[in-house]
């Protein structure tokens, strides 16, 4: 290891008024850190990086030895060393220490409340000082939630979650988070706790962002908190996440069949247009890119039932049934389709709710895009109405819809193995539709517009879906155009 030398000693803080070690904090490493003796070398592992150390010296083979064993403060550790290794071996290691915490392999305790682990590389761990008779509050993108039974304290702003161990810590999360310019450190501890470990417990959570010290920004006011959480949930690679030590293998259960089974027997079988023809006669690819526009009024002759199958087949159909000849995570047959997917799993699905449609009943339906059929699942009825009347609504109330697309994902297909970031892979799956669903419509001369929103709810109820296997997450309107 390098020798740097540290005059610093903990709980003093740097030129910028910054504490870095302190004995505020006991300190362990993370649980999921291997340390292996073999002979003259130590060997310290995690799930995403290995470190081997030849021939260490008895003082730091010790204090490592003690942080995966037992928590330590920062002087309790430099102390062993001083004494196994000499003086400058001890102030070396602060330094040592800071690219472990980088790593994110070192855990900050204030027992008996709470553990802060980090859960990011590059992490860094810092104490501002703060004035205590400060007002401080929680963050207001912190959260708690449960994990193995015990609460968890995180938030998409910080870099570590905290374990609370202690139902103290819980109560005084419970004070912070109330919005009251009275509390500061002073009045928090109250009797609850004693003030020295109080005192600690703030100072771990302005460390980890939790409490903010300073107004947010301007950029950072402008995000609502679920926002930020989703961002950073399917964005961060997080440390803690169990390693992958096995390729996770499909599930042949009916709901994450390729395509889903008929939804009714009663069936329109749909007309397949002439792609050899289409591609002489279509418009070329750059004329419906630059043409391509949000249309919400319609001509008073409706899409013909012709149509909307050749805008389906174009946008939707099953192209190729095969099974990959590389197959360890038995996924079994998999589509080809005329959008892309990862994985080629292919979970959404498409309901049409028609209005106005020549040759087709108003009501709900099903897209079957390997037998390039519809079933219908409903008649026109109040609640078929509703879901129409919501889409008008939502796009400045010009013409009701002639049809609406209802787009749903068959979460169970995705999620085994894309896990935390499954929701953002459907949401840009609908992205990649929406478009395709434009440029078809542009090339066919008909009239589109997606939808921001729309009632999961009243959708999940009229299709008797489960809402946890399969839900609306997508809404598109499409008609005649206008001439």
Known sequence: MADYAFERRPNEPDANGILIMSDFFTLSFRPDIALTVESERLILRSPQHCLTLEHPQPGLRTALERLKDSSQTFSQLQAVIAELDGIEASLNFEFELQKLISLGWISHSVLPLATAIAIAENYQFVVPLFDEEQPLMLSRFAFLWQEKQQFVLESPLSQAKIILLDWRATALIGK?????????FLTLADGLIDAEIARAFMQLLIATKMIQLEPESKALAEWQF????????????????????????????????????PMSDRVISLEKPNLEVLAQTDISLTQAIESRQSIREYSNQPITL??????????????EVYIPEDDPMNIGEVTKRPYPCGGALYELEIYPVVNRCQGLDAGLYHYQPLAHRLHQLAEQNPDVEALLYDAWKSTGQQDIPQVLLIVTARFGRLFWKYHAIGYGLILKHIGVLYQTFY???????????????????LFDKIAHLNEHEESSVGEFMLGSLKQ
């Open 439 to 457: 440029l078809v419509a542009t090339a066919m001369k008909l009239a589109p517009t997606a939808i921001g929103a729309g009632n999961s709810q």
């Open 176 to 184: 912070l988070a109330k919005v009251d310019s009275q509390f500061t």
């Open 226 to 261: 679920h926002n930020l959480l989703f961002h950073r949930q399917t964005r961060l690679q997080r440390l803690d996440e169990p390693p992958k030590t096995e390729i996770p293998q499909f599930e042949n259960s009916e709901r994450s069949h390729f395509v889903k089974s």
């Open 306 to 319: 012709s149509q909307l199958g050749e805008f389906l087949y174009r946008c939707a159909r099953v192209k």
